[in-house]
């Protein structure tokens, strides 16, 4: 079955940087989009980050410049590279993929971004 689990969370201060990844099996992972998104305390569910099969890149405007989206197809894996973090950048985050028609979430991470 699908899954996608999520790593690499934690806290940093501001100006820092976090990694985050997001191993996936189950399916075919080269030829799926891959999406981060995430939820702040309180607030709703905001879309981060996408990448194409063919690795084509998009970013929400609040996060471009700062944070940049990867994968490694030979490891299954997405990366989130978020850089000059800013306390509001705390949020859980999640990676998801559409495949064969239905929606698929990790579990999400935590990113605590405070002095």
């Known amino acids: 079955q699908v899954q996608l689990v999520e790593s690499g969370g934690g ?13 996936a099996s189950g399916f075919t992972f080269s030829s799926n989009a891959m999406s981060w998104a995430r939820q702040a305390p309180g607030k709703g569910l905001e879309w981060v980050s996408g990448i194409g099969s063919d690795s ?20 299954n ?28 979430w990790g579990q999400g991470a935590q990113v605590t971004v405070s002095s």
């Not at 806290?11 to 191993?23: M, T, V």
């Not at 890149?57 to 944070?67: C, D, M, N």
Request: aromatic letters at 14%; hydrophobic letters at 35%.
């Open 77 to 104: 894996t997405l990366y989130l590279q978020m850089n000059s973090l800013k306390a509001e950048d705390t949020a859980v985050y999640y990676c998801y993929a559409e495949v064969n028609d239905s929606w698929y």
């Open 11 to 23: 806290l940093a201060q501001p100006g820092g940087s976090l990694r985050l990844s997001c191993a």
């Open 56 to 75: 084509v890149t998009h970013y929400a405007e609040s996060v471009k410049g700062r944070f940049t989206i990867s994968r490694d197809n030979a490891k």
